[in-house]
C-alpha cells in the first residue's frame, strides 16, 4: 500500500511540474489589478493548491488535462478561502462584481470578486452541474472549449453551447 501512495505522489508531482507555469500564470492574472490588497501571491496559491491535491487520499489523474480541471476546483477554494478571510478581517473590502466575457482574464478581475463568482458558480451547480464545472475549467484553470470538451468527453458544439448559456446565466447573476 505504501508503494501505491508512493507512486502517486511520483505522478502528482509529475503532473504538477508539467502544469506549474500554467497554474501559476492563472494565478497571476487574479492579482493583477490587486497587487496592494492581497495577501497572497500567485506562486503561494499555486502551492497551497499544491499541498491540498497531494492531501487527497487516493487522489489521482490520467493526464494533464483532467490535472489541470481538478486543479481548478482545487484553486477555486484556495481564492475563496482567501477571499472570505480577507472579508472577515476588519481591512476586507466590498466585494466588487464582475462581467463574465469570452477572455475570462482580458478585463483582470478585481481579487475581492472571487467570492461573488463562487456564491453564483455554486447557485448554478445546484441548477446545472456540466455548466459550473464548464466554467470552472475555463475560468479557474484556463482550459479552452476544445480542452474542456475533451476532458468532459463531449463534443466542441455542446461544450460551446453549454458555455455561452451558463456565462449568460452568471452574467444576469452578477449583475443583480
Known amino acids: 500500500m505504501q508503494q501505491n501512495a508512493e507512486e502517486d505522489l511520483r505522478d502528482i508531482d509529475a503532473l504538477f511540474d508539467q502544469t506549474y507555469s500554467a497554474l501559476r500564470r492563472i494565478a497571476g492574472k487574479y492579482?493583477?489589478?490587486?497587487?496592494?490588497?492581497?495577501?497572497?501571491?500567485?506562486?503561494?496559491?499555486?502551492?497551497e493548491t499544491y499541498m491540498r491535491l497531494v492531501e487527497q487520499p487516493a487522489f489521482s489523474c490520467p493526464d494533464r488535462l483532467t490535472f489541470m480541471a481538478y486543479a481548478a476546483r482545487v484553486m477555486r477554494q484556495v481564492l475563496v478561502d482567501e477571499a472570505r478571510s480577507r472579508q472577515a478581517s476588519k481591512r476586507g473590502g466590498e466585494a466588487r462584481r464582475i462581467t463574465l466575457v469570452d477572455d475570462m482574464f482580458a478585463?483582470?478581475?478585481?481579487?475581492?470578486?472571487?467570492?461573488?463568482?463562487?456564491?453564483?458558480?455554486?447557485?448554478?451547480?445546484?441548477?446545472?452541474?456540466?455548466?459550473?464545472?464548464?466554467?470552472q475549467m475555463r475560468f479557474f484553470s484556463g482550459l479552452s472549449i476544445e480542452e474542456?470538451?475533451?476532458?468532459l468527453d463531449l463534443s466542441v458544439a455542446t461544450v460551446n453551447r453549454a458555455w455561452r448559456a451558463?456565462?449568460?446565466?452568471?452574467?444576469?447573476?452578477?449583475?443583480?
Open 107 to 135: 478585463q483582470a478581475p478585481h481579487y475581492p470578486a472571487v467570492l461573488d463568482i463562487h456564491h453564483a458558480l455554486s447557485r448554478l451547480e445546484r441548477l446545472d452541474e456540466r455548466k459550473a464545472l464548464i466554467v
Open 31 to 47: 492579482f493583477k489589478s490587486e497587487r496592494n490588497r492581497v495577501t497572497l501571491q500567485p506562486t503561494a496559491v499555486v502551492h
Open 148 to 151: 474542456v470538451a475533451q476532458v
Open 166 to 176: 451558463a456565462r449568460a446565466w452568471l452574467g444576469r447573476e452578477l449583475a443583480s
